[in-house]
């Protein structure tokens, strides 16, 4: 049945997530800062709105997908937020990838409201956000993810609920440390290889199949050469750019210092793909931190 959905942030995977809640025959309308990304809305099918007051209050589901915890904080939260604006029993779904306390504050803020609310962050990227096959790690109570599981099949392939609210969060910074430290494994092995005078094929064939097979190594290898669909062999474009994952890194310190949680090795790995962002890093994909580890980046 088409619901009315509101829809808040229509960027790079906003725009094209939202298209396709179009596609399935919803009512959708967006609100954006971004000029462009209303029009984009418009021309995929959905309606403008003229503030997120206007929105809110016209939505049966509202989704998000914005920056960063502030921002999500500002607009349920804030002055004219949605918590202000919308019905008792409207469903919240926000995509955003935020710092876990906040994901779990204003979770707190819209159940007082009688609004449930899942946090539901993804990962696949424009491409899945495009071809709607995004993973969804879901955060929040077990009512709340069957009433938001339907919108979340429309725009996503793989739709797991991770637990209470604040959890999906979690998961999703959790599995990008470890992420982030094995990449910075497996391209010091390949450095060290290199002045070993060993063939980086030949480390690929013995590793994939040894002790140190991870998927950084198998399914996304730094080098260029032995995988031929990696990033290293289109000189590194994205993919998934290292300032993203110095992000998922930051907010993975941040909720370890807010937990209690002893992380060295995400800390370090944090503060190595700071200096490659600093060295000129930002735009290019994560694994291209091979190159500042040689030396040549
Ligand atoms: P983006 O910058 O392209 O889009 C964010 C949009 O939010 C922009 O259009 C901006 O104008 C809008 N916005 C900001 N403040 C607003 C406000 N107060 N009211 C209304 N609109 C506002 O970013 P993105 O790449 O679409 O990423 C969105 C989220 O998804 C981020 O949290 C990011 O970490 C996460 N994410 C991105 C990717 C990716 O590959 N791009 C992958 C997984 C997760």
Known sequence: MASTIGFIGLGNMGGPMAA?????????SGFDLSE?????????GG????????????????VTMLPAGAHVRKVYMGEGGILEAARPGTLMIDSSTIDVDSARAVAEAASAKGMPMVDAPVSGGVGGAAAGTLTFMVGGPEEAFGKAKPYLDVMGKTIVHTGDAGTGQAAKICNNMILGISMIG?????????KLGLDAQKLFDISSTASGQCWSLTSYCPVPGPLPSSPANRDYQPGFAAEMMLKDLKLAQEAASSAGAATPLGAQAAALYALFCNSGGRGVDFSGIV?????TS
């Open 20 to 28: 396709n809640l179009v596609k399935a025959g919803h009512i959708v």
């Open 36 to 44: 462009a990304a209303l029009s984009a809305l418009e021309a995929a």
């Open 47 to 62: 309606k403008r709105a003229a503030s997120v007051q206007e929105l809110a209050a016209s939505s049966d589901v509202i």
């Open 186 to 194: 497996v391209s010091e092995a390949f450095v060290l290889a290199e």
């Open 291 to 295: 190159k500042y580890l040689r030396g």
